[in-house]
């Protein structure tokens, strides 16, 4: 018997609906639970075959519990080596080099110092930092975000230096950045599943947040089916090279190109009563599916994680080839 466990908190809706949709139509032999855990031993498999993961970036135990969990061969969903590591400046460079539209984006460090360093800890960081050449680059107004997090926490709208300088006083110790806003005419988030399952999704976030998804396209006909076709080619480039296996990326369309906006959301909405019927449905039935394929496919005991073509690539560039491991010859 394969187990396949959902590892949640608040949620009510999505989990329930998960566990109910794979058991119905998984094979026999697999079965899915809410995961129970009442006890965690270093080195020790967990009893499931794949762990959905839903909660982990709040809580440092489960955090733990899943990274030793996958370890020992259980496929957890999605990485948490990888989730541990990943941050949203890191996401837009890499989209860069992947030729995927972003915002210009430059990278802030924290107003206050972090805890347990002094003034001598950042000899190496030119004070003040080239604020004409950062302006320039990124124009006014702009968006002032934490470079890692997300839920729309701590996220300013600055329209002038004077402005972001009053902000940035309430961030603390965040590391922030500073991106141009793009004006968009229309916004699409998109679901991505197993690196392949892709549910493009019309999206306000200007909305109160239940009324973000009711909203339609403003492109239309030919010029809409283009743009479906580029978004889900982009879609699937950022989440092959970061490895997620349930992520949603969002995009805002200027002038007809889109804007990749942020794409480092491993543990998505999807309450019925944020995300509609539609595509609550979709979710539910195709997160089912991703979970019942990676049950059949995992071996107890392998690396059953999904590492993304960033880390792939690499790992095989590193590996010495047969020549370079042979020992240079001693002479005598």
Partial sequence: MKKIGILFGMEDT?????????????????????????????????????????????????????????????????NPFWWSADEKFFNNCLAVKLGVPVPKTVLLPSRERPTDTTEKSFR????????????????????????????WKSVYRVDNPDDLWQKHAETGQLVMLLQEEI?????????????????????????????????????????????????????LKLNHALGYDFNTVEFAIRDGIPYAIDFCNPA????????????????????????????????DGKDNCTWGTFVGNAAVANIPTASEKKAPTKKK
């Fill in 14 to 78: 999505f989990p329930w609906a998960f566990i109910e949709q794979v058991n119905k139509t998984a094979p026999k032999g697999i079965i899915a639970e809410a995961v129970q855990i009442d006890k965690v031993e270093q080195g020790v498999p967990t009893d499931y075959a794949v762990i959905i993961d839903r909660i982990s970036q709040d809580v440092p135990f489960y955090r733990a519990y899943l990274k030793n969990a996958a370890l020992c061969g259980t496929a957890v969903i999605n």
């Fill in 124 to 151: 190496n960081l030119v004070n003040p930092l080239d604020w004409g050449y950062i302006f320039n680059q990124i124009g006014f107004p702009a968006y002032m975000k934490p470079h890692a997090g997300g839920g």
């Fill in 183 to 235: 004006q968009f005419t229309d916004y699409y988030r998109c679901y991505c599943l197993n690196g392949k399952y892709v549910h493009i999704m019309p999206y306000e976030p200007r909305n109160p947040h239940h009324l973000r998804y009711a909203t339609q396209p403003k492109t239309q006909g030919e010029e809409h089916k283009k743009l479906m076709a580029t978004i889900t080619d982009y879609v």
């Fill in 268 to 299: 998505p909405d999807a309450d019925i009563h944020s995300v509609g019927q539609t595509n609550y449905d979709w979710i539910v039935e195709n997160a089912a599916k991703m979970a019942i394929e990676r049950a059949i496919a995992q071996k």
